[in-house]
């Protein structure tokens, strides 16, 4: 049934779902690469489309930004429309030398500054970690697609302007790049015993002061969006 934030039904949604945090991405990818799509959700502009990809029915959903919002989001998809896989498609900001602009970044763990794993009260420090079946689909599907791509470990920050200018510090733990909310996806996915990957694409290089266009962040990453799309019908 619909939820506070959801107008979809049950069968709405498909099994796995694509979440940008751009709902108009959202949209872009329904309406680029999805056959028949049907917006399931307009409710706080978060746009929810379902519809096919060679044949195999995916949905697509924006998330918002930042942590709460994509707890909310994927709790729910999880929880109330029995979604088992998540994969997450947005931008970030890569911190690791070696990583430009354009290029694909497969977070396999999310290190985060954010306190949202307090409330599973833990003897300790929880790593919040991708599943494997979804790493290995994309990992194919890109060398596949020829772009270039990294995997590692990203950082789920809770905050864009960064008081602290911490990010030098990441880098020196090897982390690839900071984004907003991988690790609260990760953490409910573990939760719920389902199934979660974050797909990014660098939109800028902070430490070297690049950064992409507010256009090219909606529509021009398609690397990212064909992975996602190809690890979707192939686990």
């Known amino acids: 049934m619909p939820t506070p934030h959801n107008s979809a039904k049950r069968g709405d949604i498909a099994k ?18 999805l056959e028949n799509p049907v917006c399931y959700n307009e409710v706080r502009g ?19 930004m930042g ?9 729910e998809l999880y929880s109330e429309y029995d979604v088992e896989n998540i994969i997450r498609i947005g931008t970030a900001g890569s911190i690791a030398d070696k990583i430009n602009l354009r290029e694909v970044i ?3 763990s999310a290190s985060t500054n954010s306190n ?36 590692g470990n990203i950082l789920s920050s809770d905050t864009f302007y960064d008081d602290a200018n911490s990010l030098a510090e990441w880098n020196k733990m090897g982390v690839l790049a900071v984004e907003m909310e991988s690790a609260a996806l990760y953490m409910n996915a573990a939760r719920a015993g389902k199934n979660a990957l974050c797909i990014l694409t660098v939109s ?3 430490l070297k002061g690049l950064a992409t266009t507010a256009e090219e962040r909606q529509t021009s990453f398609r690397d990212m969006m064909e992975i996602a799309l190809e690890t979707a019908i192939n686990i």
């Open 16 to 33: 796995t779902v694509l979440m940008p945090g751009d709902p108009l991405r959202a949209k872009f990818i329904a309406e680029t690469y």
């Open 46 to 64: 978060m746009l929810g489309f379902t519809g096919t990809y060679k044949g195999v029915p995916v949905s697509v959903q924006g998330s918002g």
């Open 67 to 75: 942590m709460p919002s994509m707890g909310i989001y994927s709790q």
């Open 106 to 108: 497969i977070g396999v």
């Open 116 to 151: 949202y794993g307090a409330q599973y009260r833990l003897p300790g420090t929880y790593a919040p970690t991708a599943s494997w079946k979804l790493i290995a689909a994309a990992v194919k599907a890109a060398e596949e697609n020829g772009c270039i791509y990294h995997a």
């Open 204 to 206: 800028d290089c902070p």
